[in-house]
């Protein structure tokens, strides 16, 4: 079941950094919904990421908190100490961190997973299927995890995690490396998702999240710019320079609204179009 | 200076046929575009043309050298290929030690000026005693984008160099390659940001299955989007959209 996530005045800060990496956010994730998460490099997106998976603090003991974390019911009075998985899933920015090393096959890799969690059954060799079919990597499964090419180390990351069935499910940039036959894979697996599992997804451009997403964090050096539903930001005609390709959606609603008289018509038709791209 | 790929095919150790039949050219002020499918053999293909792989069949030639004949230390003064994960190939304590090695062990003249320009151009002096992995995963992109730069090769090939690169950078890379353009330095880019370097390339190569599906210009492949479909491929989300609510395309060519 999908997890409610909600951030209070969440504030980070390295040992020795100036300024803090995540500043004063507050927010609420509703429970099944995909939150986009763009910014710029150094904007916190990843760093939030990894308190909530509950690996910051283990890897940055000294890591100043203040403000609080909750997930579903638990609070954690801060962030989680503790890391999350796999009740929280996280794909980290670069995949080939993520592959063990230790598995002769992608199929193993994958596997891997659930013996870690204690979830191996009956059912594991069609659920390792099936997540490798629905990633488009099934004739990848007996292919050595260490010889992939980018995009496929990617994918193969992705179902490490996606198998174990997260109640969050945290993506750091995962399209960095997809080709758009891919892209479309995993824009159809969190449309899948929705409503059954949280995911953030985060991107330093807005056109994947607008896809996929219903709703979008912006950050900017640690704090949230915008937290709007696609509609929304579609109708905002702020500037928001810090969301990478915003500008170019700019273009596109301007041109559109030279042509109409409703700008709300025009969004609709937008996103109507960016479901259908 | 021109790579040129001739009939080139390539197989690894005990697998089928990746890359099948290949002929290609870059040259100078070229920005040749490499796209395809996941696993496509892109990454393999940049391998080759610096004598790290050598071709099953056929011939890389680097100004003229056959990278099977040569020694790829002698190659690596003629082209600089850049990985695309950082971490397989950034090892020096510092930035400036990191950019400064190609030149160096290259044997250039003043190697420690055409690291500082490398950096000034890339953005990093301001980073440049720091450790490599204390900056962020867009930044130590750039680093090695820089260090490509300060080798002095006439041609570099670069692998995903816009992958993570936030909006700011992304005005950063325009600017490295109108200069590197100025230079007329070739380059040679594997890419699936299409958006961004349809507007940079001079030529295009599809690849579907490992074989040439289409080796042209950008312009010819931005009003024939069949190519990329048959490759797996797709123009970017904007581009798409602006064309199904009946927009003109923002580039002449995109």
């Known amino acids: ?277 | 200076m021109n790579l040129t790929f001739d009939n080139v095919s390539f197989t690894y150790a005990s697998d089928r046929p990746l890359l099948k039949s290949l002929s290609f050219e870059a040259g100078p002020s070229d920005v040749l575009l490499i796209v395809g499918q996941n696993g496509v053999g892109k990454s393999t293909l940049l391998k080759l043309s610096n004598g790290i792989l050598k071709p099953t069949a056929g011939h890389v030639r680097v100004g003229g050298l056959d990278t099977t004949e040569q020694r790829i230390s002698k190659l690596a003064r003629e082209i600089c290929v850049t990985f695309q994960n950082p971490a397989d190939q950034i090892f020096a304590p510092t930035v400036e030690k990191e950019v400064s090695f190609a030149p160096r062990n290259l044997g250039r003249i003043d190697p420690a000026g055409l690291a500082m320009q490398a950096m000034a151009l890339c953005g990093l002096d301001s980073v440049a005693t720091q450790h490599p992995y204390d900056l962020p995963p867009a930044q130590r992109k750039l680093l090695t984008i820089a260090s490509a730069v300060a080798s002095g090769a006439p041609l570099l090939a670069f692998d995903e160099p816009s992958a993570g690169l936030s909006q700011l950078e992304h005005r950063g890379l325009e600017r490295i390659l109108a200069s590197l353009k100025i230079e007329r330095r070739g380059l040679i880019v594997v890419s699936h940001d299409l958006g961004y370097f349809l507007r940079h390339a001079t030529k295009v190569l599809v690849l579907r299955q490992g074989e040439t599906l289409y080796y042209g210009t950008p312009e010819w492949l931005a009003v024939n989007e069949g190519v990329l479909r048959k490759a797996g491929l797709k123009l970017p989300i904007p581009e798409r959209v602006s064309r199904m609510l009946g927009q003109r395309p923002e580039q002449p060519h995109v």
């Open chain 1, 1 to 277: 079941m999908a997890a409610r996530i909600e951030l209070n005045s969440l504030t980070l800060r390295y040992a020795m950094a100036s300024t803090p990496a995540v500043s004063g956010l507050s927010c609420t994730i509703p429970q099944g919904s995909c939150v986009g998460v763009v910014g710029p490099t150094g904007a916190g997106k990843t760093t939030l990421l990894h308190s909530l998976a509950g690996i910051l603090g283990k890897h940055h003991p000294e890591l100043m908190v203040s403000g609080n974390v909750s997930i579903g019911d638990e609070s954690f009075g801060g962030i989680s100490r503790e890391i999350l998985f796999p009740r929280v899933g996280l794909v980290l920015q670069d995949p080939s961190v993520q592959i063990s090393g230790v598995r002769d096959t992608v199929f193993e890799e994958v596997l891997f997973t659930l013996e870690n969690v204690g979830a191996v059954g009956d059912d594991s060799d069609s659920r390792i299927q099936l997540i490798l079919r629905q990633l488009g990597i099934e004739h990848l499964a007996h292919r050595k995890p260490t010889s992939l090419s980018g995009g496929e180390t990617q994918r193969v990351a992705l179902a490490t995690i996606l198998v174990a069935r997260p109640e969050v499910l945290l993506l750091d940039e995962p399209i960095s490396a997809l080709d758009a036959t891919a892209q479309a894979r995993l824009r159809s697996i969190l449309l899948h998702l929705r409503g059954t599992t949280t995911v953030l997804v985060t991107d330093t451009q807005i056109d994947f999240p607008l896809s996929v997403c219903d709703r979008i964090l912006a950050l900017d050096h640690g704090r949230a710019v915008v937290f709007a539903e696609p509609q929304q930001l579609l109708s905002n005609d702020q500037s928001l320079p810090m969301i990478g390709g915003w500008q170019r959606w700019r273009d596109i609603a301007r041109e559109l609204e030279g042509r109409s008289d409703s700008s709300h018509r025009d969004t609709t038709r937008i996103l109507k179009a960016i479901h259908l791209a």
